[in-house]
């Protein structure tokens, strides 16, 4: 993951080392490490570390484009994107950052072993569709809670147990649709993990938050967060609550941004899920060509 940008920018893969000692792990040569090691099954004694892998190499980028003149404005991050984000923000060390991440992600494979459950995308339905499928479901006698929805590509993210899986295909069968199963373990962002939820609040506790050098929109309303209380508040709470991504970009869009940078590895987060407006753009960094071009541009100056 990310061995063209690693190998273009030494920051880049210095920062990733830094990350390293701060940590205590290599977090950077799992990113090289057999997909096992990112998808281990729920029941491996060992957990993925996914989520810790994409987090640094995000972070990693963010810093060498600071280090590089560019000065960002705001930052936001999609579901566990926003300890990155926060991260970057000064809001929390980064051992505590992904002390935090690997806490969640622990105790969250726990929750899993004692109750299977998953994310599934469900690619086809407007947003009415899918809430209509995720109420049959639960008529049906099973949990299933809608975490993310994109109009533009008539994209939802559904969580439920795995026990719920026929009852979602039946609802779902009336239309034309496919689906994808996560291949990350845990219906993150439902109700499912409230026990997960109450024991990250507990931890976050523990965490010193700071006021964060710019503004972080935050996913569980979509609005701007300064407090350090409101941060932790919300971030906990983020475990339950839907994943409001698609309102979190347009919440950006009215306080006047128009240049938007997408942080290695994912790309199409932003042009993906809305709309953009004519004068929108969206600076990527997943190649070492597109990391050459968004510098390029940000050193430019853009708003």
């Not at 128009?258 to 290695?264: C, G, H, I």
Request: positive net charge; glycine residues 8%; contains cysteine.
């Amino acid at each position: 993951m990310g061995r063209g940008l690693r190998d273009a920018f030494p920051a880049v893969e210095q920062n990733l080392r830094s990350i390293n000692l701060a940590i205590g792990r290599d977090i950077a040569a799992a990113m090289d490490g057999p997909e096992a090691l990112l998808f281990p099954p729920v029941n491996s004694p060992d957990p993925t570390v996914f989520m810790e892998v994409t987090m640094a190499l995000a972070l990693a980028v963010a810093r060498s484009l600071g280090a590089a003149g560019a000065r960002p404005d705001i930052a936001a991050g999609r579901s566990m994107g926003e300890y990155s984000a926060a991260a970057f923000a000064g809001v929390f060390s980064d051992a505590d950052c992904f002390g935090m991440v690997r806490h969640v992600t622990l105790n969250g494979q726990q929750d899993c072993l004692d109750s299977p459950s998953f994310l599934v995308t469900i690619y086809g339905l407007d947003r009415r569709e899918l809430a209509a499928a995720a109420r049959q479901v639960e008529r049906g006698g099973e949990l299933c809670e809608v975490v993310a929805f994109y109009d533009k590509a008539r994209l939802g993210v559904a969580g439920l147990r795995k026990a719920a899986l026929p009852l979602l295909r039946a609802a779902l069968a009336p239309h034309r649709h496919r689906i994808s199963l996560s291949r990350e373990v845990g219906a993150f962002h439902t109700t499912l993990f409230n026990r997960l939820a109450a024991r990250a609040a507990l931890y976050f506790d523990g965490v010193k938050f700071s006021r964060p050098a710019i503004p972080l929109y935050m996913n569980v309303d979509g609005k701007r967060e300064l407090s350090p209380a409101g941060l932790k508040r919300k971030l906990a709470a983020a475990l339950v609550r839907p994943v409001l991504w698609q309102e979190t970009i347009a919440a950006l869009l009215r306080a006047g941004v128009r240049t938007f940078v997408e942080l290695a590895p994912g790309a199409m987060l932003t042009e993906f899920v809305c709309e953009l407006p004519a004068d929108a753009e969206v600076l990527r960094t997943d190649t070492p060509e597109n990391y050459r071009r968004a510098l390029a541009r940000l050193k430019a100056g853009c708003r």
